[in-house]
């Protein structure tokens, strides 16, 4: 019969590229893992916020505010940079936050383009992506038993 673990408080050191730019982040995790198999569990929880992170990139790169944001450099010549740093910023915010709701997240991608990108969307776009990427943050949570 399996047996369902736990240990609390697991440092999880994820490397994860994102366009050729390698970013190194710790989080903080409780593992849940069968028949004492952390290591395995580690892995999976890694996988999964690696494809959390491209998962984040790709709703970014559909989103037509941001996108326009970028090819027109409203936040400068380095828009894309911004762009990239967006994606870290959301996915430290996924794994920072303890209580996450849709509207802190509307308030980052919000005070993103408006400080970053000189942008002030009206239409409605902050809301659908920011729902968009909690339902996929959701369905990761979901796959990888955090």
């Known amino acids: 019969m399996a047996e369902i673990m736990q240990r609390d ?3 999880i050191n994820i490397n994860i590229n994102i366009n050729d730019r390698a970013i190194n982040y710790t989080i903080k995790r ?3 893992c069968y028949n004492n198999n952390f290591d395995q569990s580690e892995i999976n ?3 999964c916020m690696s494809k959390l992170c491209e ?3 790709r709703v970014l790169s559909t ?3 941001l996108q326009m944001a970028i090819q027109n450099k409203w936040g400068g010549h380095d828009s894309y940079q ?3 740093q967006l994606v870290i910023d959301i996915f430290a915010w996924f794994s920072q936050s303890d209580s996450l709701c849709v509207e802190d997240l509307e308030n980052l991608l919000h005070e993103c383009l408006l ?3 000189n942008t002030d ?3 409605g776009s902050i809301d659908m992506v920011a729902e968009q990427l909690m339902n996929m943050h959701e369905g990761y949570l979901n796959d990888s038993h955090f």
């Open 9 to 11: 408080n697991v440092n």
């Open 30 to 32: 409780p593992i849940f």
């Open 45 to 47: 929880i890694k996988k």
């Open 55 to 57: 998962g984040i990139s």
């Open 63 to 65: 989103w037509n505010g």
């Open 82 to 84: 911004k762009s990239q």
């Open 115 to 117: 400080f970053s990108f």
């Open 121 to 123: 969307i009206e239409d």
